[in-house]
């Protein structure tokens, strides 16, 4: 049982790619974290959206930036497993297919993310380091972690 990956920038995403990766953002970021912020922040259109899908769902996602659109190395943001699937660990394969992503379309190894704070030790298996105190961001504490 494995995802089918897709990656698209955000001119190439159909109407109903954009409306089930921007409802699955919403299910989770806003709904099951009990968190309101701004989640359609601009900053889709500069990025290249990977998406997991599995039997016709979309199930897992995140986007990536290259260096300077977001920080000034290359990012990945807004990654997200359906909570129905987190048992699978497509987290885990979903961090590979980004890092893999990056540096086939930006040519960098070097990555930087804002990540959830309770996410450390996922991201640290997958080379990131913390480099910043802990910050809130949305009311939920977060670490900037490098890979480089």
Not at 33 to 60: M, S, W
Not at 87 to 98: C, P, Q, S, T, V
Not at 130 to 148: F, N, V, W
Request: glycine share 6%; proline share 1%.
């Amino acid at each position: 049982m494995s995802l089918i990956w897709k990656i698209k920038p955000f001119k190439a995403l159909s109407l109903d790619e954009l409306y089930d990766l921007l409802e699955l953002r919403s299910e989770v970021f806003i709904v099951e974290q009990n968190c309101v912020y701004q989640d359609i922040d601009g900053k889709d259109r500069k990025a290249i959206h990977l998406i997991g899908e599995f039997d016709g769902e979309t199930v897992a996602y995140c986007r990536l930036f290259k260096a300077g659109d977001y920080f000034d190395q290359s990012s990945i943001g807004r990654v997200i497993v359906k909570e129905k699937y987190r048992d699978k660990k497509w987290g885990h394969d979903l961090i590979r297919e980004a890092i893999k992503a990056i540096r086939d379309n930006f040519g960098e190894d070097k990555i930087t993310i804002s990540a959830q704070l309770y996410l450390k030790k996922f991201y640290e298996n997958h080379g990131f380091s913390q480099t910043s105190e802990e910050y809130l961001e949305d009311g939920i504490p977060h670490i900037e972690m490098k890979r480089a």
